[in-house]
T-cell receptor, first 113, second 114 residues
Framework: GAGVSQSPSNKVTEKGKDVELRCDPI?????LYWYRQSLGQGLEFLIY????????KSGLPSDRFSAERTGGSVSTLTIQRTQQEDSAVYLC???????????FGPGTRLTVL | DAKTTQPPSMDCAEGRAANLPCNHS???????VYWYRQIHSQGPQYIIH???NNETNEMASLIITEDRKSSTLILPHATLRDTAVYYC???????????????FGKGTLLTVNP
């Protein structure tokens, strides 16, 4: 596709369950970011992948959060033992390494009951 | 990354130009100014970016002061669909590591009125 896609668009889970969120970046984009946005709040940086370099995990809120990017393309964000405070919209973005604008996907709305 | 300051909200009449200011007085020489917007319930959308020269694309114009301590995003003919939160971000480009991270502030809620 032409843009960044994310799946699922909505995810409702029970507290304590694990969830996986997927991001398909724009083809050829080497940089990939994950952000989250809680209701009425700003965007919070989570993790950044750039090519084969070690990812910048400085924004991950706890060790329950992890992400991987396979083959330099698709990325999966995993949240283990979900808590209610994890409820948010999780946004993925990709960009060319040259510093052009980042393009965001539509997000995954996660609700932890 | 340098911090930015934006007014929390602005109003604009439909069809008129919307001028959104941003202060970034601590910007470094290698930091670019980026603008994004977020329409309600959607992901952020890239608008434009620049270093020191004014820039224009199909969406907007970016005017950066000579000392680079402030900039203005101009939507020449605002429409109702331009109602959104507009974010001004400064960031190093063409560099690796965490310098690519976008740090979003609270932005400016632009409301375009009919």
């Amino acid at each position: 596709g032409a843009g960044v896609s994310q799946s699922p668009s909505n995810k409702v889970t029970e507290k304590g369950k694990d969830v996986e969120l997927r991001c398909d970046p724009i083809s050829g984009h080497t940089a990939l970011y994950w952000y989250r946005q809680s209701l009425g709040q700003g965007l919070e940086f989570l993790i950044y992948f750039q090519g084969n370099s070690a990812p910048d995990k400085s924004g991950l809120p706890s060790d329950r959060f992890s992400a991987e990017r396979t083959g330099g393309s698709v990325s999966t964000l995993t949240i283990q033992r979900t808590q209610q405070e994890d409820s948010a919209v999780y946004l993925c973005a990709s960009s060319l390494v040259s510093g052009q604008g980042s393009f965001f996907g539509p997000g995954t709305r996660l609700t932890v009951l | 990354d340098a911090k930015t300051t934006q007014p929390p909200s602005m109003d604009c009449a439909e069809g008129r130009a919307a001028n959104l200011p941003c202060n970034h007085s601590t910007i470094s020489g290698n930091e670019y100014v980026y603008w994004y917007r977020q329409i309600h319930s959607q992901g952020p959308q890239y608008i434009i970016h620049g270093l020191k020269n004014n820039e224009t694309n199909e969406m907007a114009s970016l005017i950066i002061t000579e000392d680079r301590k402030s900039s203005t995003l101009i939507l020449p003919h605002a429409t109702l669909r331009d109602t959104a939160v507009y974010y001004c971000i400064v960031r190093v480009a063409n560099s690796g590591g965490s310098n690519y991270k976008l740090t979003f502030g609270k932005g400016t809620l632009l409301t375009v009125n009919p």
